[in-house]
């Protein structure tokens, strides 16, 4: 899909148009400047809306370079919050068979209704 250069697409709009490389969130955040994201993701973005890369990555490199990494917390990290999640998780993705759910009974022939009279 292109876009017009009087186009307003939405956010899903793009990320339809990118073939999913954009998350909706993303392009919301590229476009309202709460994200810089990475070279690649505005790459993507400016081709999806058909623009020219090549003017904007002096750009992004400037605004990259101004723009310092939100501190972590510590112990907050990616592997801390893995390790957590698995803590907390580690029952249910334990290789333990799982509690099978009670199955009603199969229902019984009717001895009537199954022998004909005669045969």
């Known amino acids: 899909m292109r876009f017009s250069a009087r186009a307003t697409p939405t956010a899903w709009s793009v990320a ?3 073939g999913h490389v954009l998350a909706r969130d993303l392009v919301t955040g590229l476009l309202n400047g709460t994200t810089i994201g990475t070279w690649e993701e505005v790459q ?3 081709q999806t809306l058909d623009g020219e890369y090549t003017y904007f990555e002096p750009l992004w ?6 723009t310092t990494p939100a501190p972590q917390p510590p112990g907050q990290g990616t592997t801390s919050r893995i390790e957590e999640l698995i803590t907390t998780f ?5 290789t333990t068979s799982r509690p099978t759910t009670p199955r009603r009974p199969l229902p019984t ?3 009537a209704a199954t022998t004909w009279p005669g045969r």
Do not use: F, M, T
Request: proline share 5%; hydrophobic share 50%; charged share 5%.
């Open 16 to 18: 339809v148009s990118s």
């Open 44 to 46: 993507a973005l400016v």
């Open 61 to 66: 490199q400037q605004a990259a370079e101004h």
């Open 90 to 94: 580690s029952n249910i993705l334990a």
């Open 109 to 111: 022939p009717i001895q």
